[in-house]
């Protein structure tokens, strides 16, 4: 079931590219997700539409100010930040990226918010925390990396107290690709491959619940939200499927993957699911 191992490469390869690097610093603003859109809302607000998608967590958390809570993937912090300025959070990140910890770290000193966020270098599948530290945890389209996504919601149960929550957003499939038509998974699977999506191929929008349950949790709402992601999807499709064009026919394709799944995303999004999953563990 899985890789069943931490794909480091493949991680670096997908992040780690001068050219995504590149991306993700000057064109993303260090963000590394999607937006959420309301209804009548301009789609082509991509940053302001990644704000809510933060908001959305933070109100999904629901947690008092100064609660200890995990960000699992945490990047180079954009999300612990907003949690911590926007909600009075205290943020642990883990990332097994060194350059995303780094990048984490700096720019939380340069906005002032080094006291409440801290970023280590960790697989979450194996957290180096005793059990019980946490209030809360998330995960911001990070489990779809997961080689062993059973592994890592039972280590996310394990550092929650009794009555913490836990906050997964992200895509997933809508049902199993064993169940897709060839045609579909053809598309959809070597997307999965080029971006390191382990996760996403072993949970999808019906299993994902009960790989909740099976690890300790009380699921309290499993949100189709994929209305609200679309226009992102469309945006992004629209701003850069010219760009990706040239580049893929006279430059390197493989420098360019995160701008890649940025248009490709649009490609296979009658076959892509995007949930916010609210969990709590009991308490004892």
């Not at 933060?54 to 999300?79: I, Q, T």
């Not at 992102?232 to 026919?249: G, M």
């Amino acid at each position: 079931m899985g890789a069943q191992e931490l794909d480091l490469a493949g991680l670096r390869r997908v992040y780690g590219r001068p050219g995504s690097r590149l991306f993700y610093t000057r064109v993303a603003r260090n963000a590394r997700h999607w937006g959420w859109t309301e209804p009548g809302q301009s789609k082509w607000r991509l940053w302001r539409a990644q704000r809510q998608l933060e908001d959305v967590l933070g109100r999904k958390l629901a947690l008092p100010a100064d609660a200890r809570v995990l960000d699992a993937g945490s990047g180079a912090g954009v999300v612990a930040r907003a949690m911590a300025d926007r909600f009075g959070l205290a943020i642990t990140g883990v990332d097994v990226l060194d350059f995303h910890v780094a990048e984490a770290r700096r720019l939380s000193t340069r906005t002032g918010l080094a006291q409440r966020t801290s970023f280590t270098w960790g697989d979450y599948h194996q957290l180096p925390f005793p059990d019980g530290t946490f209030d809360g945890a998330y995960s911001m389209e990070t489990l779809v990396h997961s080689y062993d996504p059973p592994r890592a919601l039972a280590e996310f149960h394990r550092v929650l107290r009794p009555g913490g929550r836990l906050v997964l957003l992200g895509p997933m499939s809508t049902v199993p690709l064993d169940e897709m038509a060839p045609r579909e998974r053809a598309l959809l699977e070597p997307y999965l491959d080029a971006m390191v999506m382990t996760g996403a191929k072993i949970y999808h929008a019906r299993n994902l619940p009960q790989l909740l349950t099976e690890a300790g949790f009380e699921v309290e709402e499993a949100l189709d939200a994929t209305p609200y992601y679309l226009p992102t999807t469309e945006a992004v499709h629209a701003y850069f499927w010219l760009p990706w064009a040239v580049l893929r026919r006279f430059g390197d394709p493989a420098r360019w993957l995160n701008l890649r799944s940025t248009v490709e995303m649009y490609d296979v999004r009658e076959y892509v699911a995007w949930y916010v999953h609210t969990a709590v563990k009991p308490q004892e």
